[in-house]
């Protein structure tokens, strides 16, 4: 399968401001680029490329007042299969688990577990142990949040979207993560493309999607609350301890989104 997938952002600025930007697809997808995928401006803008502590592709620059529009469109190989159920993945023990995935065991800025250690307990201790458990925990979350583009909100944590019972992707993406880390799992947060491939279209505009992976059986796998059904042709942008490492765009001043096109399409 072929997909052709890319964006234009628009960001207003007041005066020159440092981005950081982790638009790039993640660097386990390079192979499977059928064309080539780096990001233009529409401006004379200098830009630094660097791989952030998490493995991503990121860049640098420094926007100059007025607006700048990024942009990328590329095709890419994709299987064409839904996402791998591994029914039979176990859940290490602590102990068990390499050094470099125990921090995604630990609460993080939107991923607030102090607040849900108890409930999380106390609702999901008897399931059963690996795969099964993640499932029981993308069940509630899934029931739980009512998605709502006009419910999004920037500020909202895990323990919001438990209260607030609505939200967009990464607020479902979040809660489940909380739950999970609660319960030992290690959980990190991944942001990309998902188009409506193999599924009826959804009428909102395209956006980037937000999911998130659970080490089980000495490997990453992909879990999508929002969804809670396997999917097909999402491609990896990046992860991180939530949306704050994998953020589109950090910008160190004043900056205003006011252009937003994504697009994601399996290509006949």
């Excluded at 950081?20 to 401006?41: G, K, M, W």
């Excluded at 830009?47 to 007042?65: H, K, L, M, Q």
């Excluded at 108890?118 to 059963?128: E, L, Q």
């Excluded at 879990?223 to 994998?246: E, F, K, Q, S, W």
Aim: net charge negative; hydrophobic share 40%; glycine share 6%.
């Amino acid at each position: 399968m072929k997909i052709r997938a890319g964006f234009h952002l628009g960001y207003e600025c007041i005066q020159p401001t440092p981005m950081l930007l982790v638009l790039n697809i993640h660097p386990s997808r390079r192979a499977d680029l059928l064309s080539e995928q780096v990001l233009t401006f529409d401006r004379a803008i200098e830009v630094w490329e660097y791989t952030d502590s998490f493995g991503n592709a990121c860049s640098r620059i420094i926007a100059p007042p007025g607006l700048t529009t990024i942009s990328t469109r590329f095709e890419i190989y994709d299987t064409g299969q839904p996402d791998v159920v591994p029914t039979e993945a176990v859940q290490h023990a602590i102990k068990d688990l390499p050094d470099e995935v125990l921090v995604f065991l630990l609460g993080s800025r939107y991923c607030d577990t102090d607040r849900l250690s108890d409930f999380a307990w106390k609702t999901f201790s008897s399931t059963p142990l690996g795969w099964a458990r993640v499932q029981a925990i993308c069940d509630f979350v899934h029931n739980h949040i009512t998605f709502d583009y006009q419910k999004a909100d920037v500020l909202r944590t895990a323990h919001g979207g438990f209260t607030d019972k609505s939200g967009v992707c990464r607020d479902f993406a979040h809660l489940a993560m909380a739950f999970c880390r609660c319960m030992n799992i290690p959980a990190r947060y991944c942001t990309g493309y998902l188009g409506d491939i193999g599924v009826p279209a959804d009428p909102n505009p395209m956006d980037f999607s937000a999911w998130f992976e659970v080490f089980l059986g000495g490997h990453w796998h992909t879990v999508d609350a929002r969804h809670n059904t396997p999917r097909i042709g999402r491609i990896l942008m990046a992860t991180g301890r939530d949306a704050t490492d994998v953020a589109m765009s950090t910008a160190f001043g004043p900056a205003t989104l006011s252009r937003f096109e994504v697009i994601t399409e399996e290509v006949p």
